[in-house]
């Protein structure tokens, strides 16, 4: 049964924040010994060498660890009854930060334990009964403030709704933290003296709670005011260790009643013993007082709910908010967690040897600490994770020369007056024999963005040798090589006595993207001693390509004019914009955006697919000549972007078009405009040109796709960069469009028809400027009469 309800009620939730935490969330009061998770799994830890790396769960200072790790299979298991009334009160969020540490080498791994709220309070009243005293005068709709329940328990566990038992002349109101009885028949003390009602206050759990109590309400004859605090909310600070009787702040409630009525006493509403344990209140003037000396480290908050009752029993609440500032009364604690001794004497400087904990209980600069130790011995003491120390070699150790060490380690704390402590290591060195030079890794990794800098540093390889002067002095080299069948050396170039790397040249990552190196360690002794280790250095993608418009082409002699059927409708798909960008990753990703068009309203660009579709159908009040023009923009950062113009022609046919004029008409091309007119006005350049087209026939027909010199253009495949082609349809550029573009020399006016897409059924086929197949037959000469795909027609 507890297995059962263990796999539907403890949660786990387990995630790597920027600060690699790791996470677990249960449920409070599960039994001994059940697993929370497995936390050598999520940080991929090797359970087969949890024992002998030491692992163990660690809790700052001397607190309780309440979770174990099982050391054969890496499970988080609890190891203490988890009461999170008892560790977080009323906080909604109840985390316990604990450390998984792992000896040689030292690792630490801070992980989070979020302890989830279970149903196990029930509602409770401050007191057995709530006594009421009102006048008969009162009005109906008059409201009579009553003292909420609590709940230990937090969230939906907590209080969520009261009730009233049915009676004559009272209702019950609940907002939020606020009950009021709501009078809604006027009372009559010679009727009925007294009135017992029954309040119950119902949590939100599963099962549910509630707790009860009586409201005795005692009939009087006139008391119309209740007190009134002169603040909804005091605040006071409080340092701790405070002196008993210090006064931390003074509440004040005024009645508006005299005599007996206007007469006020201030004592506690709903607090715990403790806290009644800590401060007491003078009943006349106000006056909280400290009874017993304040711990900061203990409780940082008090809350306390204050009551003012004038003579005949109205009352009123308030709040009082008392915040702990924290004196500096705890002095640093030293804890030798791993101690390696004794230590061989050929150990590489560096080497740690030991891990040290400091706690201090204080908080803010009274809780910082900094560590040091004596300077006559050969360690130091590194700051590595939260307040772990690890103490490493700073030096060669010889046996011969010192055999024994005693290491005084002070801890000092920042608070005014510092407090220190002081714990002395004793540590024993080892005879060993020598080695060569080691690199501190197996290999390493050098990530740098393309155009980097000729000279700019790529990474740092580092070799250790714990022999003795020269014998232990490293120098580091590349090994001879090539890279893209250039030497390495004319790519890298290696610092002999730092191991640091740097480019020799500016990378481009549409060249080459990542290539290995090899990097040698050699000492000064004789003979020498060395060892490699691999480099591979990864050359990182920017954005230094803009997108490159393929279709349609950049404006030259001529451009292209595109026919859209009058008959068009809604949703009709009438042309494409086809880019490529020679990037990678995001910075490849295009997006395509219509920037300015004639009718804003009329087309639509597609945002990845560059689809060019009409938003509604075509009205005779639309221009017959569209410009659009498209913007082309990657995903890189900053974006970099291309534009192209689009030229539309609303129109079934050539023929309607009395004169086709340029759109984007410019000087250049009125030039064009008045030599043509002039050589079709030249009888001899006529029958020139009529020769021409001839032969341009014969020629096309040789081979394929077949262009006929009446000024018809196709766009090839060829015309599509080889590295962009995609055959399938499914990438940036699509096979399965096919065009027909008329260009017109002679009028300087050009339209683009579109034929169809395999995918998409843009129009109707009568109402499309599709060619037959015979036209084609006729127009190519092929024998199945079918149309090359891609082909453009020229008038």
């Not at 809604?570 to 219509?594: E, F, M, P």
Request: aromatic share 8%; with cysteine.
């Amino acid at each position: 049964m507890m297995g059962l309800k263990l796999r539907y009620f403890v949660f786990f939730l387990m995630w790597q924040a920027v600060n690699g935490d790791a996470s677990y969330s249960f449920q409070e009061e599960i039994k001994r010994g059940s697993v929370i998770g497995n936390i050598a799994k999520d940080l991929n830890l090797d359970s087969r060498k949890l024992s002998a790396r030491n692992a163990r769960v660690d809790a700052a200072g001397n607190r309780k660890r309440y979770c174990d790790i099982n050391l054969s299979t890496g499970d988080l298991i609890v190891a203490d009854r988890i009461d999170r009334e008892e560790l977080c009160g009323e906080k909604l969020s109840c985390v316990l930060k604990r450390d998984l540490v792992l000896e040689n080498p030292l690792e630490l791994h801070p992980f989070n334990l979020h302890i989830l709220d279970i149903n196990d309070n029930s509602p409770q009243f401050n007191e057995e009964s709530i006594n009421i005293e009102i006048q008969e005068s009162a009005v109906r709709g008059a409201r009579f403030e009553i003292e909420e329940a609590h709940d230990a328990d937090v969230g939906q566990n907590s209080v969520q709704q009261y009730s009233l038992q049915n009676n004559d002349n009272f209702n019950l109101a609940a907002d939020g933290n606020t009950i009021e009885l709501v009078l809604e028949k006027e009372l009559d003390r010679e009727k009925q003296q007294e009135i017992n009602l029954l309040l119950t206050a119902l949590d939100g759990g599963s099962a549910q709670r509630s707790g009860t109590v009586v409201i005795h309400v005692t009939v009087l004859d006139a008391n119309d005011n209740a007190p009134v605090f002169s603040q909804a909310v005091y605040q006071a600070s409080l340092p701790e260790n405070s002196p008993v009787d210090t006064v931390v702040v003074t509440v004040s409630a005024s009645d508006a009643d005299e005599g007996v009525n206007g007469d006020v006493i201030y004592d506690f509403g709903h607090v715990t013993d403790d806290v009644k344990k800590i401060f007491s209140i003078d009943r006349k003037n106000g006056k909280i007082k400290v009874n017993r000396a304040i711990d900061f480290e203990t409780v940082t908050t008090y809350d306390l709910r204050i009551k003012a009752k004038d003579g005949l029993g109205l009352s009123s609440y308030t709040k009082v908010i008392v915040e702990i500032t924290d004196v500096n009364d705890n002095i640093p604690v030293i804890y030798v967690k791993s101690l390696a001794s004794p230590v061989p004497e050929n150990v590489k400087p560096g080497t740690e040897v030991g891990i040290i904990n400091v706690q201090d209980a204080d908080s803010n600069n009274n809780q910082q600490v900094r560590c040091s130790i004596q300077q006559n011995v050969p360690f130091k003491l590194v700051p590595s994770i939260k307040n772990y120390y690890s103490l490493v070699t700073t030096g060669q150790l010889d046996r011969e020369i010192e055999s024994d060490y005693n290491i005084t380690i002070t801890a000092t704390d920042e608070g005014s007056p510092p407090l220190s402590s002081s714990k002395t290591v004793q540590l024993s060195v080892a005879d060993i024999n020598d080695n060569p030079p080691v690199f501190e890794e197996q290999s390493y990794s050098a990530y740098v963005t393309e155009n980097n800098k000729p000279g700019s540093t790529l990474c740092s390889v580092t070799a250790r040798d714990p022999d003795w002067r020269q014998n232990g002095t490293v120098i580091y080299s590349l090994l001879p090589g090539e890279v893209n069948g250039a030497p390495v050396s004319s790519y890298l170039s290696v610092n002999g006595d730092t191991g640091v790397i740097h480019a020799v040249r500016s990378f481009d990552y549409e060249q080459f993207r990542s290539f290995k190196v090899h990097v040698t360690a050699r000492d000064n002794g004789s003979p020498p001693l060395s060892s490699n280790v691999t480099v591979s250095v990864f050359v990182a993608d920017v954005n230094d390509n803009s997108p490159q418009i393929l279709y349609p082409a950049p404006e030259g002699n001529s451009f292209m004019t595109e026919l859209v059927p009058k008959a068009a409708h809604g949703g009709s798909l009438v042309s494409k914009v086809i880019a490529v960008d020679a990037d990678s990753g995001q910075n490849a990703w295009l997006s395509y955006h219509i920037v300015k068009s004639t009718d804003p309203g009329l087309f639509t660009i597609g945002l990845h697919s560059g689809e060019i579709r009409t938003q509604r159908d075509i009205s005779e009040s639309d221009s017959m000549k569209q410009n659009l023009i498209v913007s082309v923009k990657d995903n890189g950062q900053p974006s970099l972007s291309a534009t192209c113009s689009m030229y539309l022609l609303i129109s079934d046919n050539l023929a309607e078009v009395p004169e086709l004029k340029d759109i984007s008409y410019d000087e250049k091309n009125s030039k064009l405009t008045s030599y043509l007119i002039i050589a079709l006005v030249s009888v001899s350049t006529f029958f020139l040109t009529f020769i021409i087209i001839i032969l341009g026939v014969r020629f096309c027909r040789r081979r394929k796709p077949r262009l006929l010199f009446d000024g018809a253009v196709a766009i090839p495949s060829a015309y599509l960069p080889p590295n962009y082609a995609d055959v399938d349809g499914t990438g940036t550029l699509r096979s399965t469009y096919n065009y027909d573009a008329y260009l017109t020399t002679g009028s300087r006016t050009s339209d683009f028809k579109f034929v169809s897409s395999y995918n998409d059924n843009t129009l109707p086929a009568d109402q499309t400027l599709r060619k037959s197949p015979s036209d084609f037959a006729d127009a190519f000469g092929d024998d199945d009469g079918s149309p090359e795909v891609g082909t453009c027609f020229l008038s």
